[in-house]
């Protein structure tokens, strides 16, 4: 008996083929070694012995107890809240600016983006000759306009470290921000801003009663966007200052990297790991809520 398949079974069929190289890829790729680092983080692994005896939640009581976790922790949510907050001043500045009717507008829009084009590795690697104490050009700068009266330490310092791993990750992220939200600027019809100033709205009223409604939405995916990428920094804050000075950039990244890596604790490093993936995804799970929320 021949067996005889409709048109839909058949595309259905058809899509599941095209689909499973990628199934399969994100399997090998993603999902493989998260089940592997979350059963290993229930485990004594380390790679400088032998035993990978179960423990239970002995990883996850020894860093829920430790004062250098919740350190970490600290130093993560300072990093993100500032660096997301400026990212978003910065970047809805500059979509304004770039939705404007100015002169070489599109040169503008397009030379925006080289910051973000570069990779990360490379931003830092220049923002590390730029910084640097003795003949970087900040220092230079400086000093010559009589900001400062001697070389600042900038990466090693406690109190400019962190601030400095920032404009780092502002200059290179604020072009996505900006480029997204013109983005949503665009599709905002010019016929609700004449009806708002006929109305009698003007200037921060037109900006507060029709751009951001309007652009919220676009605002609120930007958030998200820059909220975990951040929070999952790591080569900033490794090749810049790695943790230093005296743990002070210390981030979950480089905490999971020197357990795991330094102190060869793979158990401990894979708990850190699933700690803050749970984070994340709870914190993903509930933002979403609360904008849908407000938007409905």
Known sequence: MQLRLSRQRKNALFASVLLLPAILLLGLTILSPLVK??????????????DRSWN????YTSLLASQEFYHSLKVTLVYVVFTVGIDLVIGMVLALVLNQNIRFRAFFRSIVMIPWAIPTIVTALIFLWIYQTDYGVL???LLHMGIISSNIN??????????SIIVV???????????MILAGLQNISVSLYEAAKIDGASGWRLFTGVTLPLVKPVIASVTLIMIVNNFQMFTLFYTL???????S??????LTYVTAFSKYEMGKGSAIGVIWLVLLFGFSVIFTRVMNREDN
């Open 249 to 254: 950039t210390t981030s979950l990244a480089i």
């Open 37 to 50: 680092s979350i059963l290993m983080s229930f485990t004594n692994y380390s790679l400088l012995s032998p």
């Open 154 to 163: 900038w990466l090693q310092s406690i109190g400019f470290a962190m601030p």
């Open 139 to 141: 220092n230079y700068t």
């Open 169 to 179: 990750a502002v200059f290179r992220q604020c072009p996505l921000v900006a480029v």
């Open 56 to 59: 239970n939640f002995a990883n």
């Open 241 to 247: 200052t790695n943790g230093g000075p005296a743990g």
